[in-house]
């Protein structure tokens, strides 16, 4: 497609002609002023946009537009009633837009007519002094047509694209041919100085043709576009003991359209948008072998990145001060979730009346709840068998770092409404002590959120081998041995308070004994291993200075 055309219908080129039909309207199709009604965002950058407007008069064709580039398969154009849509059709128009001069060429371009002396160094001897009678044009890339019968279907362009490099000057000696970018200086015989242009490009036009319109019919255009997201986030305070005063906002990074008090749905879950980087061909940023390259590839050149997030998580403890008497509090209070609806396995939270400039980023307040909570801390102990059935604890750099265990705390999710995947930051008494991410949790679940390392609780463990009966299995050209080993955990409580203590470990083998006894899980991944997968969990209540320790034994086929 032609370099201009850099945003579907972003210029729609709407023309007034003082031509008139024999029927007395004006000639060409009717502009249709559509409004955004509404549009439904996901985290991945795309949204779901929805565009009503009514008919000015009874033409048989519509101009419509602007609109944001469609994904392929999700650009529908309705027209109910007598109406009765016919066809749409993309088209490339020739249009010019006005560039304001930045450099002597632009100057003089802008100038074209005006009488000028020009200077092509220091020197006044260097003066010429003529009317500027034209400027070359830029050259813009030319595709060779692929399918025409006579040309190299590989080739690119017919000329070499560029800028103008002459400008036409008449002289009292004849026409004189100029490098406007060697120019020196100039001085206009005439005091007013055009200082911007007209430079042709080319738009994109969307035409409506309709069967029987009449005048005040309403059409709706929808369509699948990227451009604009939502990013949420939380605030969790837990001052409380056992409730944590939970608050909720919005980002809605709006790159794709203006919002006009429309109504918003910041969508929650996963769903399945197959050809969401495939730019519609309605879009005209790609010619036919760009297209069937994009469904080849799964992707168009220019669909644009999906917006993607990472957190990082805030271990440290940062003080904000302790709040004073009458000083507003760090934590929001924006009111109760609203009720939102879902759709299948999509959870959509409205927000209404909303206004966003294209190029604008929004804050917005979703809701602050009360949610019970308790506070644990927890140990997490890897798998030290491969899936290739080979034994190795951690590369000798992570064995010498301490083990960690985390402070964590627990939410329960009694709102109406589910929690998306977002960061999470923790309060506690006006100071941030955490953050991390608050996975997808829906209502009357779960979710546990990190706070911090509990470097107050030491924790150790060892692995070592018992004995080893070599060869002891030959299978599928490979040889193992059946290795028994045993397991120490032991944790120390250095904190001045008692503490809640999970130690989850993970572990492949045929397990033997636990002491004390563990909830035993045995794992679907290990249903295609020679070692069965456990996931083992402790729970141990410790007192303060309290050490406590946990054995267990395992058998493991170990490949040599």
């Avoid at 999906?306 to 507003?328: H, I, K, T, W, Y």
């Avoid at 035993?520 to 050490?547: E, F, S, Y």
Wanted: proline share 6%; with cysteine.
């Amino acid at each position: 497609m032609k370099s201009a055309c850099t945003h579907f219908l972003s210029a729609v080129c709407l023309l007034a002609v003082s031509l008139t039909s024999l029927a007395g309207h004006p000639a060409g199709p009717a502009p249709v002023q559509t409004r955004l009604k509404r549009v439904a965002l996901f985290k991945n950058g795309l949204g779901f946009f929805v565009r009503e407007g009514t008919l000015t008069d009874d033409r048989s064709t519509a101009l419509l537009g602007p609109f944001s580039a469609p994904s392929h398969g999700a650009f529908w154009v309705t027209c109910p009633g007598r109406a009765a849509l016919s066809s749409v059709v993309a088209r490339e128009v020739a249009a010019s837009e006005e560039i304001q001069a930045r450099e002597m060429a632009d100057l003089l371009r802008a100038n074209v007519g005006k009488s000028v002396t020009l200077y092509t160094s220091a020197d006044p001897e260097s003066a010429i002094t003529g009317e500027v009678i034209a400027f070359a044009p830029d050259r813009t890339p030319r595709p060779v047509d692929p399918y025409a019968t006579g040309q190299p279907s590989d080739a690119r362009q017919t000329l070499p694209h560029g800028r103008g490099q002459f400008i036409l000057l008449q002289t009292d000696d004849g026409t004189l041919a100029l490098d406007p970018y060697r120019v020196w200086s100039v001085q206009f015989a005439d005091a007013e100085v055009a200082q911007s242009f007209l430079r042709e490009i080319e738009q994109v036009q969307l035409v409506a043709n309709l069967a029987t319109p009449s005048r005040g019919d309403w059409l709706s255009v929808s369509y699948l576009a990227k451009g604009i997201t939502w990013a949420p986030s939380y605030l969790i305070d837990i001052s409380d003991p056992k409730q944590a005063r939970l608050s909720a906002k919005a980002l809605i990074i709006n790159e794709a359209e203006d919002l006009d008090s429309a109504h918003v749905d910041l969508i929650t879950g996963f769903p399945n948008l197959q050809f969401a980087d495939i730019l519609s061909p309605v879009g005209r940023k790609e010619d036919l072998a760009g297209f069937l390259r994009s469904l080849t590839q799964g992707r168009s050149a220019g669909a644009g990145a999906a917006v993607m997030s990472n957190v990082m998580m805030q271990r440290a403890e940062f003080g904000l001060g302790d709040r004073a008497p009458g000083q507003p509090s760090v934590v929001p209070d924006y009111g109760a979730a609203a009720a939102g609806h879902v759709a299948e396995d999509l959870f959509f939270y409205p927000l209404e009346d909303i206004t966003l400039a294209k190029g604008e980023t929004g804050y917005y307040p979703l809701f602050t709840e009360t949610v019970p909570y308790t506070e644990f801390y927890h140990w997490e102990i890897p798998d030290y068998v491969s899936e290739e059935d080979r034994y190795g604890q951690r590369r000798r750099e992570e064995r010498d770092k301490p083990e960690e265990v985390w402070h964590s705390i627990r939410l329960t999710n009694t709102t109406n409404v589910p929690w998306t995947t977002a960061p999470a930051q923790i309060v506690k008494d006006g100071n941030i002590i955490g953050q991390d991410t608050l996975n997808y949790n829906p209502p009357k679940a779960k979710a546990k959120v990190k706070i911090t390392q509990a470097v107050s609780v030491k924790a150790e463990q060892t692995e070592v081998e018992v004995d080893r009966e070599r060869d002891a299995v030959r299978l599928y050209g490979y040889h193992y041995d059946r290795v028994n080993i045993k397991g120490t955990l032991s944790v120390t409580n250095f904190k001045g308070e008692a503490i809640s203590l999970e130690i989850a470990k993970t572990l492949s083998g045929e397990l033997k004994s636990t002491t004390p006894e563990a909830e035993d899980i045995v794992l679907a991944r290990g249903l295609a291993r020679m070692n069965p997968v456990h996931l083992l969990t402790w729970t141990l209540d410790l007192k303060p200075g309290q050490r406590r320790e946990i054995t267990y034994a395992y058998q493991a086929l170990i490949r040599r």
